[in-house]
Antibody
Framework: QVQLQESGPGLVKPSETLSLTCTVS????????WSWVRQPPGKGLEWIGY???????NSNPSLKSRVTISVDMSEHQFSLKLSSVTPADTAVYYC??????????????????WGQGTTVTVSS | DIQMTQSPSSLSASVGDRVTITCRAS??????LNWYQHRPGKAPNLLIF???SLHRGVPSRFSGGRSGTDFTLTINGLLPEDFATYYC?????????FGQGTKLEIK
């Protein structure tokens, strides 16, 4: 059974770079999209971005210029870097796997495996 | 970006009740709609994909529907473990936007 675990600093200073890693265990990383999602305090979920097949990435336009997502298949990890953080970036950060799911002859993507989440606070 | 609007934002119900949550997309997303359950302190859990297909292991008391750009999540016979926050998410185009969530509370 695939499991994901986020790790990284719980406190980041304003203007610095937030760095998180997601370790994948119990399964392969190939042929999947791997995403980051966050939830600010008292708010809903926000998709941050994904990486696929080592080099294909996409991110939320609201964050795009600040987001870097990378993968290290040999270490079974993928990572998030969010630069120039402000207190508005304080959130629980989740990593997740997109699974291609078949229905009515088509493929649909849903995030079927998630990490437990890690809280990151941006404060001086 | 496609906007997803959920209603209501919160809902009180009792064990055994039937509840329905609605999600409206700002444009046509066909059936590219997922529903997630999120309990406090836990990872979100995929319930439904393709608007009405139950993800494996999800109880049959959960069901999803679609009418145009309006989608519904219905829970028949609420159990104590169903009290959580529910999110819709469109997977038609990136960014895969979420609704703002519906908090289901015990009455």
């Amino acid at each position: 059974q695939v499991q994901l675990q986020e790790s990284g600093p719980g406190l980041v200073k304003p203007s610095e770079t937030l760095s998180l890693t997601c370790t994948v265990s119990g399964g392969s990383m190939t042929n999947y999209y791997w995403s980051w999602v966050r939830q600010p305090p008292g708010k809903g979920l926000e998709w941050i971005g994904y990486i696929y097949d080592r080099v294909i990435t996409n991110s939320n336009p609201s964050l795009k210029s600040r987001v870097t997502i990378s993968v290290d298949m040999s270490e079974h990890q993928f990572s998030l870097k969010l630069s120039s953080v402000t207190p508005a970036d304080t959130a629980v950060y989740y990593c997740a796997r997109h699974q291609a799911l078949a229905a009515a002859g088509s493929l649909y993507y849903g995030m079927d495996v998630w990490g437990q989440g890690t809280t990151v606070t941006v404060s001086s | 970006d496609i906007q997803m609007t959920q209603s209501p934002s919160s809902l009180s119900a009792s064990v055994g009740d039937r509840v329905t949550i609605t999600c409206r997309a700002s444009q046509n997303i066909n059936t590219f709609l997922n529903w997630y359950q999120h309990r406090p302190g836990k990872a979100p859990n995929l319930l439904i994909f393709a608007a009405s297909s139950l993800h494996r292991g999800v109880p049959s008391r959960f069901s999803g529907g679609r009418s145009g750009t309006d989608f519904t999540l219905t829970i028949n016979g609420l159990l104590p473990e169903d009290f959580a926050t529910y999110y819709c998410q469109q997977s038609n185009s990136f960014p895969h936007t979420f609704g703002q969530g519906t908090k289901l509370e015990i009455k």
